[in-house]
Structure formats: C-alpha cells, structure tokens
T-cell receptor, first 109, second 112 residues
Framework: GIQVEQSPPDLILQEGANSTLRCNFSDSVNNLQWFHQNPWGQLINLFYIPSGTKQNGRLSATTVATERYSLLYISSSQTTDSGVYFCAGRGYNFNKFYFGSGTKLNVKP | DARVTQTPRHKVTEMGQEVTMRCQPILGHNTVFWYRQTMMQGLELLAYFRNRAPLDDSGMPKDRFSAEMPDATLATLKIQPSEPRDSAVYFC??????????FGQGTRLTVV
C-alpha cells in the first residue's frame, strides 16, 4: 500500500501564530484531502486538493502532485483550530483511501 | 444538507454479543468506506465498496467481522462475536469515484 507521512506529529502554538503542516506520499495519489478531527471526534473536510493551491479563510493548502506532497497552512491560529489534522489520498488502483497518522495541534490562548 | 448518517452513535455491549452498525451514504454516492479508529492504530480501512460491490475488505478480521450493502442507501458492519479489543470508533465515509469523500460522525463502540 501507499505510505503517508505527516509532519510534525505534534505541534503547540500560541494563539495568533502561523504554521505549516506537511504530508508526503510514497506513491502517486489522486483525490488528496485534508481533514480536521475536532475534539468531539468529527472528521471535517477542509480541502479537496488533488493539485494546485486553494484558500479558505485562514487556511490554505498546496499540493504538488508530481513531487507527491501537500502542505496545509494555518495563519493567525485560534484555539478552535486545535485537534488532529489528517491528510488522505486515494491510490490509482482500486481507489483505496490512505491516511496519514495525523498532526496533533494544540493552540494555547 | 447532505451528510453521511451513522447509527448508533454510541454502543456499549458485552463481550460475545453481536453488534451491527449502520451507515446511510450521501444519496448518489457510489463508494463507501468503513474505517476503525483507535489511539494505537489510527485510522484503519476495514472495507471498501463501489457500486455496492465489496472491492477490498483485507483490513477486516474475517472470522468475526462482515460488511454488506443490502442496497444503495444502507451499508452495515457487523461484529459477531464482539471482543473488548473491538472497542473503537467506527467511521463510514461515502463519495463518488475520483472526488471528495465525506465522513459520518462515527459509532463509538465499547465492548465490556
């Protein structure tokens, strides 16, 4: 299967700080997505970004498909950004969804 | 407001009992995934359906787990008999091929 490596595994930020989360894939994937798992356990869709750059408020994401990585940028972090951020991509064979182990973010007031 | 609906949200059962979890995918979606999340293993793919046909259930313990899609609006995951090590949050997700997938709120299973 495809290996998905996320970094850093843990991140502590002061409110207002910026951060970059990274996701590397061992093989080409399509349908790359970023999710936020909030403290209640819900998996919230952040971005569907097979390639290119997208922005949504304070969050933006960039995927460089040819180099098999994606970045998630969080600017002016808020305490509500705390939780675990996952990236996931589907392999070209059978479309299985491969998840990274997540980045656990704690934003302190 | 289209969403993936999972029932029950919480389930506590005794070891040895049968557990059935249900998922209603978003109308029109033709792919359904079942995932299990634990602290130790993270998100593990248990089963994957496309057009109601199982494409991959290699992540599922075959002796006690079974997954089916009796129709396009219902996916089920059964555990029989349940064991304490099955305690986890079980997520269902649906999507169209080659597009965004959406997750349900999960079923938190506790086997005592």
């Amino acid at each position: 299967g495809i290996q998905v490596e996320q970094s850093p595994p843990d991140l502590i930020l002061q409110e207002g700080a910026n951060s970059t989360l990274r996701c590397n894939f061992s093989d080409s994937v399509n349908n790359l997505q970023w999710f936020h798992q909030n403290p209640w356990g819900q998996l919230i869709n952040l971005f569907y970004i097979p390639s290119g750059t997208k922005q949504n408020g304070r969050l933006s994401a960039t995927t460089v498909a040819t180099e098999r990585y994606s970045l998630l940028y969080i600017s002016s972090s808020q305490t509500t950004d705390s939780g675990v951020y996952f990236c996931a991509g589907r392999g070209y064979n059978f479309n299985k969804f491969y998840f990274g182990s997540g980045t656990k973010l704690n934003v302190k007031p | 407001d289209a969403r993936v609906t999972q029932t029950p949200r919480h389930k506590v059962t005794e070891m040895g009992q049968e557990v059935t979890m249900r998922c209603q995918p978003i109308l029109g979606h033709n792919t359904v995934f079942w995932y299990r999340q634990t602290m130790m293993q993270g998100l593990e793919l248990l089963a994957y359906f496309r057009n109601r046909a199982p494409l991959d259930d290699s992540g599922m313990p075959k002796d006690r787990f079974s997954a089916e899609m009796p129709d396009a609006t219902l996916a089920t995951l059964k555990i029989q008999p349940s064991e304490p090590r099955d305690s986890a949050v079980y997520f269902c997700a649906s999507g169209l091929e080659n597009t965004e997938a959406f997750f349900g709120q999960g079923t938190r299973l506790t086997v005592v």
